[in-house]
C-alpha cells in the first residue's frame, strides 16, 4: 500500500525529522552519519542572509545528490523562460481551460508556458505556466535551478512525491516546492490540471500584518510540512533539470529521494486556501485586493513586491452604498488570474474553471455589462455572501509578457474585449 503523507505544521520553522529512528546526527556534518548516510546541506539562500529570512536544511541521505552524469540538452515544445521574443499586445486576454491530453502525458510533458517576466539568470522576475496530465512520472524526477515552483491544482489530486518527503495537493490547496528540491508527480487515471508559478526572485513568505494586528490572512500553522520518508532503490532513473531556462537530463542509477533524515526550515509545503481568513469592509468602499494576499516575494524596495499570490475566496459583503465587485481598474501592477472553482463576481459569464485571464500594466479591465447594471442596483443594505467560489492572482509589477504559444494558444477568447462593449451612457447633466 502507498504510505499516506505525513506533515508537520507552521511556515518556515526549523523542523527536524527522520524516517529511521536515530538517523538524525547531534551536529549537522559529523564524521561519520549514523546508518552510513551522507550529508548534504540544501541552501535557498544566500549563506549571509540575516538569521530571520535564511533558508537552508541539511539532509542525511543513501547517496549524495552529485553522484550523477553529465547533462544533455532536453527539447521542450512549449516551456519557456525567454521572455519578448514576441511583441505583447495591451489586449485584455482570456483563455479556456486546457483539455485534458488525449495520449499518456505527464505533468512535465504537460506544461505549457503562458508568459513571464525577468529571467533565471537575474534570479528576479516570473514564469507562469499552465498543466494537463493524465499519467504520472514513471522513472523521472525534475528540479528547477531557476526558481521555486507555486503549484495551483484546479482539477484533479497530485501526489508529489519529493527528496523530504510526500504530499497530496488536492484542488483548493496550494503546494510549494523550493528551488533545486528534486520531485515527481503522481497524477489519478482520470487526469489532472492546474496552474504554476515559478517564482525566480526571493523565496515566498508570509505578509506583514501591520494594522490588522496580529491575527488574520494566513496562518503559520496551517502551512504543512511534509515529513521524511525515503525510497531504497537501486534502478535507472531520468532526472531532469531546468536550469537557465532550460531542460537537461541524465540518468542516475537509484532513486534520487533517498533522504531518510533531514533538518532545516528549506523544504516543500502546502496550504489549504479554505483556511484562509478573510477580512473585508464592513463600512462602505471596496478594499484593494492586497487584503487577499497569501504569499509574496519581496523586493529590495520596501511596499513593493515582485510577485503577489492572491486568492477570492468565498467571504461576506456588508459594505453600504458601494460598488460591490471590483470595480473598473487600471494598475501598474500586470494580473494574471484563474479560477479554480464556482464562478468570478466580476465576470457573469465566460470566464471558467480552468481558464485564465490576462490583464497587463495600464490595461483597462473591470466588470463586464451584465455584473455592472446588476451591481449598481442591488440593494446594500444587507450583507451578501459570495459562496461557492475561489478565484486567484499572480500579480507581478513587471509586465507578464506573452508567449507565442498563449498568443496562438486555440483556448485563447478572441473575442473577450466584448464583454464591456454593451456598457451603456448614463451620463445626464441635466439630472444628477
Not at 57 to 85: D, E, K, N, V
Not at 227 to 256: N, Q, V
Amino acid at each position: 500500500m502507498t504510505p499516506v503523507p505525513q506533515y508537520q505544521s507552521g511556515f518556515g520553522n526549523q523542523f527536524a525529522t527522520e524516517a529511521l529512528a536515530g538517523a538524525l546526527p547531534q551536529q549537522n556534518s559529523p564524521q561519520r552519519c549514523p546508518y552510513g548516510l551522507y550529508a548534504e546541506q540544501l541552501s535557498g539562500t544566500a549563506f549571509t542572509a540575516p538569521r530571520h529570512s535564511n533558508r537552508r536544511s541539511w539532509l542525511y541521505r543513501i547517496r549524495p545528490a552529485a553522484s550523477h552524469g553529465p547533462f544533455a540538452p532536453r527539447p521542450h515544445a512549449f516551456l519557456s523562460s525567454q521572455f519578448g521574443a514576441d511583441a505583447t499586445p495591451p489586449d485584455q486576454l482570456r483563455w479556456n481551460p486546457l483539455p485534458l491530453p488525449e495520449t499518456p502525458t505527464d505533468f512535465l510533458d504537460g506544461l505549457v508556458t503562458m508568459g513571464g517576466n525577468g529571467s533565471p539568470q537575474a534570479q528576479s522576475g516570473c514564469a507562469i505556466h499552465l498543466y494537463a496530465a493524465n499519467q504520472s512520472m514513471q522513472q523521472r524526477a525534475l528540479y528547477d535551478a531557476d526558481g521555486e515552483l507555486l503549484i495551483v491544482p484546479q482539477l484533479g489530486s497530485l501526489l508529489l512525491v519529493t527528496e523530504l518527503g510526500r504530499m497530496s495537493v488536492d484542488p483548493l490547496e496550494i503546494a510549494v516546492i523550493p528551488r533545486g528540491v528534486r520531485f515527481r508527480v503522481e497524477v489519478p487515471v482520470t487526469g489532472a490540471r492546474g496552474y504554476v508559478c515559478e517564482n525566480f526572485g526571493a523565496c515566498l513568505r508570509l505578509p506583514d500584518l501591520g494594522p490588522i494586528g496580529s491575527n488574520g490572512l494566513a496562518c503559520e500553522r496551517d502551512f504543512l510540512t511534509p515529513t521524511a520518508h525515503y525510497e531504497d532503490r537501486d534502478r535507472s532513473c531520468e532526472l531532469i533539470a531546468k536550469f537557465m531556462g532550460r531542460l537537461w537530463t541524465t540518468t542516475i542509477d537509484h532513486s534520487p529521494f533517498d533522504v531518510v533524515a533531514w533538518r532545516g526550515n528549506y523544504a516543500p509545503y502546502k496550504y489549504d486556501l479554505r483556511r484562509f481568513n478573510t477580512m473585508g469592509s464592513i463600512s462602505y468602499d471596496h478594499p484593494d485586493p492586497s487584503i487577499f494576499l497569501v504569499l509574496q516575494s519581496i523586493t529590495d524596495t520596501p511596499g513593493v513586491d515582485a510577485l503577489d499570490f492572491v486568492i477570492f475566496p468565498p467571504r461576506w459583503l456588508a459594505m453600504q452604498d458601494t460598488f460591490r465587485p471590483p470595480w473598473f481598474h487600471r494598475n501598474v501592477a500586470s494580473e494574471f488570474m484563474g479560477l479554480i472553482e464556482g464562478a468570478y463576481d466580476a465576470k457573469s459569464e465566460g470566464f471558467l474553471p480552468g481558464g485564465a485571464s490576462l490583464h497587463n500594466c495600464m490595461s483597462a479591465h473591470g466588470p463586464d455589462a451584465a455584473t455592472f447594471e446588476s451591481a449598481s442596483r442591488a440593494d446594500t443594505r444587507t450583507p451578501q455572501q459570495v459562496t461557492d467560489t475561489m478565484a486567484f492572482m499572480f500579480e507581478t509589477r513587471c509586465v507578464i509578457q506573452t508567449t507565442r504559444y498563449a498568443l496562438e494558444s486555440p483556448q485563447r477568447q478572441p473575442d473577450y474585449f466584448q464583454c464591456w462593449q454593451g456598457l451603456q451612457r448614463h451620463f445626464d447633466p441635466r439630472q444628477r
